[in-house]
């Protein structure tokens, strides 16, 4: 009876021996134990509880025991093939942006400019809860193109802590995306943290540099501050606050050493500086250790992030310095940008692909199916158009009219100028009593007489 009922149940006598109480220690308390030794995946598991209760029929003996060989080796065969390769991952979206700090004062700002251009954003942050003023400023936008789609659905918050998380949690945010904007940095309200600048503005944005090495962005922008290269007054001041300029020097340093196509944005002060500040100051945009102090505004600097993101040539690899003055003139930020110099050699024109060339017509479409030869450019318009002759200058001539008109010809021949020798014919045959050209108009008008200066005398007595 005890054979029977295992054979009823559809269970092997190999996994029955495995389960005895000799190995185990314990008898099994429910037929839920009746499995193997090795836990499987809830979904593997859910396969082999349909297997067993389709083997509880009503079966003779001989069946439900060559069903249980059955599967024992249909899942020894299925343990041998080889899972099946993995699909190649998408290319990067090129319009999808990843913002690190978006709710900071720069990418806030950063957020917003980038869906004017048409970008899509993922805005990182550490708790969604906090980006709802970031998710009420984007709807307040007004786009120029689509106004069907609106603002927010080119938005997604990801939660995302760059300090805690995980180099692939981090990756995995960033997804598609191939641009990743860093404007991270430690708050100044936790001014008594020491180790603020350290974990933020290196090591959190150094884990960023490595998750974007690893999801292969295109480019990134990582904005940081003036004087993390230069010693000077009063931007040195700045590492007052444990060390910040050092701290983002190192970073800069991880983000170089990484080998992605990176610019790097070292604006002014910008806790003074209010939007309005751009329309008295104008954006000024120079090369790296040129300054050591000045002011910039948020906005300005989040114009500049949606400029580099549009023109991501112009901004390849290199280093620059925002600042804004009145005196500055009023500039396009990308002649701003592509008068400095970058760090590496500028990888080639990116190629036009199918659709974006424009379609010219084939000779053969655009001829009527036949090839019109190409006409050869003359080299002189006189030898186009019959009626035009080249202007000559007239050469003296002896007083006889038939000399004159033989050395008109001799000249246009000499000068290789063709229907020359059909001028001087003629000039002959229009009048025989053409007089030759005098040399003087004095000569030509009797009348006129020419300028003279009067005679010195002698004086009178």
């Known amino acids: 009876m005890e054979a029977w009922s295992r054979l009823k149940l559809g269970v092997s006598m190999d996994t029955v021996a495995s389960l005895s109480p000799l190995r185990h220690g314990h008898p099994p308390s429910s037929p839920a134990a009746c499995t193997t030794s090795r836990r499987p995946s809830p979904r593997l598991l859910k396969v082999k509880q349909r297997s067993n209760i389709s083997s509880c029929s009503n079966s003779p003996p001989g069946a439900g025991r060559s069903?249980?060989?059955?599967?024992?080796?249909?899942?020894?065969?299925?343990?041998?093939?080889?899972?099946?390769?993995?699909?190649?991952?998408?290319?990067?979206e090129r319009d999808l942006v990843f913002v690190a700090?978006?709710?900071?004062?720069?990418?806030?700002?950063?957020?917003?400019?980038?869906?004017?251009?048409?970008?899509?954003?993922?805005?990182?942050?550490?708790?969604?809860?906090?980006?709802?003023?970031?998710?009420?400023?984007?709807?307040?936008?007004?786009?120029?193109?689509d106004a069907a789609i609106s603002p927010v659905q080119k938005l997604e918050i990801v939660e995302c802590d760059l300090e805690k998380q995980p180099r692939d949690g981090i990756?995995?945010?960033?997804?598609?995306a191939s641009l990743v904007v860093c404007s991270i940095g430690a708050s100044e309200k936790e001014i008594l943290d020491v180790t603020g600048p350290y974990r933020i503005d290196y090591m959190a944005t150094s884990n960023l540099v490595q998750a974007a090495t690893t999801a292969k962005v295109e480019h990134f922008i990582l904005v940081t501050s003036l004087g993390t290269n230069k010693i000077g007054f009063p931007a040195f001041l700045l590492n007052l606050f444990w060390g910040v300029l050092c701290w983002k020097r190192r970073a800069e340093e991880a983000l170089i050493a990484s080998g992605i196509p990176y610019t790097i944005i070292r604006p002014g002060g910008m806790e003074r500086p209010t939007d309005a500040f751009k329309e008295t100051h104008n954006l000024v945009v120079a090369a790296e250790d040129t300054y050591v102090g000045g002011l910039v505004s948020n906005l300005q600097v989040a114009e500049l992030i949606g400029c580099m993101a549009k023109n991501r040539r112009a901004a390849y690899c290199k280093v620059v310095e925002v600042v804004a003055e009145t005196t500055a003139p009023l500039l396009p930020m990308e002649q701003l940008l592509s008068a400095i110099p970058s760090k590496r050699q500028e990888p080639p024109a990116e190629e036009e692909t199918e659709e974006a060339k424009p379609t010219e017509p084939k000779p053969d479409e655009a001829l009527g199916g036949d090839q019109a030869p190409k006409a050869e450019r003359p080299l002189s318009p006189y030898t186009a158009f019959v009626d035009l002759k080249p202007p000559s200058s007239p050469s003296p001539s002896p007083p006889s009219s038939s000399s004159a008109s033989s050395t008109l010809a001799l000249d246009s021949n000499a000068n290789g100028i063709p229907g020359s020798s059909n001028a001087s014919?003629?000039?002959?045959?229009?009048?025989?009593?053409?007089?030759?050209?005098?040399?003087?108009?004095?000569?030509?008008?009797?009348?006129?007489?020419?300028?003279?200066?009067p005679t010195p005398s002698a004086p009178k007595t």
Not at 171 to 176: D, L, N, Y
């Open 67 to 92: 069903r249980s060989w059955s599967r024992a080796s249909a899942s020894a065969s299925s343990s041998d093939v080889t899972p099946p390769p993995r699909p190649p991952q998408k290319e990067k």
């Open 101 to 145: 700090g978006a709710t900071g004062r720069v990418g806030s700002r950063a957020v917003r400019e980038l869906i004017k251009l048409g970008f899509r954003v993922r805005a990182a942050v550490r708790n969604a809860e906090r980006a709802s003023s970031l998710v009420q400023s984007v709807q307040q936008l007004k786009l120029d193109g």
């Open 171 to 176: 990756a995995k945010a960033i997804g598609k």
């Open 425 to 453: 014919d003629q000039l002959q045959g229009e009048d025989d009593k053409t007089q030759q050209r005098p040399l003087s108009p004095y000569t030509r008008y009797e009348e006129l007489k020419p300028p003279s200066s």
